[in-house]
C-alpha cells in the first residue's frame, strides 16, 4: 500500500492507465519532463463577506489536480470544501492566489466545469429525464436538438436509467435522481466533473452502489473528478488522490495517495490502517507538525 504524505508530483495514477499518459489537453511538449497539472491551486485565500464580518473560508490552499485524477477533499465541516469547490465552478474568486484550469485563470462557470451537488432537487421537476440531461447541452449550444438527445439517451444508459428516460423526477428514488444528475453533467463532457458530497444523504447501501458506478464509469470515460466528502472511507474508496484540509481558516494538511484502494478493499486491514492513520492527521492538534503519514 502506498500512503504518502508528500506533495506529489504528477498522478499517482495507475502505470497501466493510458489517461496517466496523456497530456493535460494539448500542453505538453514531447520530451518537456512530466506533464503539467490540468487544475492549479496556488495560494488560494477565499472569503465570504458580510456586512459584519469578513469569513476567512480557505488561506493560502496549494494544490495540483492532474488529467484523469480523481481528487479528493476530505475534512470536517466547515473546512472549506464546498467553497473551495465554489470558487474552481468559477461563483466565487479568490482575495490571493490564482485558480487555473489548462494554464488559463478561472473567472466565472464554464461548461468546462461542472458541479454535482448534495441535494436531490437539482433536476427541474417539468422536465422529463431525457430533458433534464439534453437542456443544458442545448441550452450551452454544445449541440442540435437531435445530437443532445442522443448524447443524453447515450448518458443516462451509462448510469443504468434507459427505462426511466421518460420519466419524471418526482417519479424517481434519491439515489436515481442523483445519477440523472451525474449523467446531465458528463453528457456535457466536462474537462473537470466536480461534486460536492453527491452522495451524503443517500443510505448507506446505495451510497456504496453510487461509488462502485462512479468508478465504472470513470474507467470508462476517464473525466477528472474534483470529489469533496468528510467520509474518510469514501475518501478512500472514490480518489486515488487525497487532501486532508483543516478549518478555521482551510489549511491543506497532507495530501495522500490513495490509489490501492477501491470497495473491494474495504473492511481489509490496510485499508482499516489507512481510515486510522487518516483519522488521526484529521484530529490531531493544530500545533503538530505535519510530516509523512505513520
Ligand atoms: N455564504 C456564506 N457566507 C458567510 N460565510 C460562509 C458562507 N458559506 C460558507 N461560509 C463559511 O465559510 C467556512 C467554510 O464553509 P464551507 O461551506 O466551505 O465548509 P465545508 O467544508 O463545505 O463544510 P461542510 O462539510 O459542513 O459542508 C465556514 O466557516 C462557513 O461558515
Ligand atoms: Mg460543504
Not at 14 to 33: F, H, K
Not at 56 to 64: G, I, M, Q
Not at 119 to 141: C, H, I, M, Y
Request: hydrophobic share 45%; charged share 25%.
Amino acid at each position: 500500500m502506498t500512503l504518502v504524505a508528500e506533495r506529489t508530483g504528477p498522478a499517482a495514477a495507475r502505470p497501466e492507465d493510458p489517461a496517466a499518459r496523456e497530456p493535460a489537453r494539448g500542453r505538453r511538449i514531447p520530451g518537456a519532463g512530466p506533464r503539467p497539472p490540468l487544475l492549479r491551486i496556488a495560494g488560494v485565500t477565499l472569503e465570504y463577506r458580510t456586512p459584519e464580518r469578513v469569513v476567512r473560508a480557505t488561506h493560502r490552499v496549494d494544490l495540483d489536480v492532474f488529467a484523469a485524477d480523481r481528487f479528493v477533499l476530505l475534512g470536517p465541516s466547515g473546512c472549506g470544501k464546498s467553497t473551495l469547490l465554489k470558487a474552481v465552478a468559477g461563483f466565487l474568486a479568490p482575495v490571493e492566489g490564482e485558480i487555473t484550469l489548462d494554464g488559463v485563470p478561472v473567472r466565472e462557470p464554464g461548461p468546462d466545469r461542472i458541479v454535482v451537488f448534495q441535494e436531490f432537487d437539482q433536476l427541474p421537476p417539468w422536465k422529463t429525464v431525457a430533458q433534464n440531461v439534453a437542456f443544458p447541452l442545448r441550452a450551452s449550444g454544445t449541440l442540435g436538438r437531435r445530437e443532445a438527445e442522443a448524447r443524453a439517451r447515450h448518458y443516462i444508459d451509462k448510469v443504468g436509467l434507459s427505462r426511466f428516460a421518460d420519466s419524471y423526477p418526482h417519479q424517481l428514488s434519491g439515489g436515481m435522481k442523483q445519477r440523472v444528475a451525474i449523467a446531465r453533467a458528463l453528457a456535457m463532457q466536462p474537462t473537470m466533473l466536480l461534486m460536492d458530497e453527491p452522495f451524503a444523504a443517500l443510505d448507506a447501501l446505495t451510497r456504496r452502489k453510487m461509488q462502485e458506478e462512479l468508478l465504472a464509469l470513470w474507467d470508462e470515460v476517464r473525466f477528472t473528478l474534483l470529489f469533496v466528502t468528510h467520509s474518510i472511507e469514501e475518501a478512500l474508496v472514490v480518489g486515488n488522490r487525497v487532501a486532508l484540509l483543516s478549518p478555521h481558516p482551510g489549511r491543506v494538511r497532507g495530501e495522500f495517495n490513495s490509489h490501492d484502494f477501491d470497495l473491494a478493499s474495504v473492511g481489509g486491514d490496510a485499508f482499516q490502517a489507512a481510515v486510522q492513520r487518516l483519522h488521526r492527521r484529521l484530529f490531531e492538534t493544530e500545533s503538530a507538525a505535519p510530516g509523512p503519514a505513520s
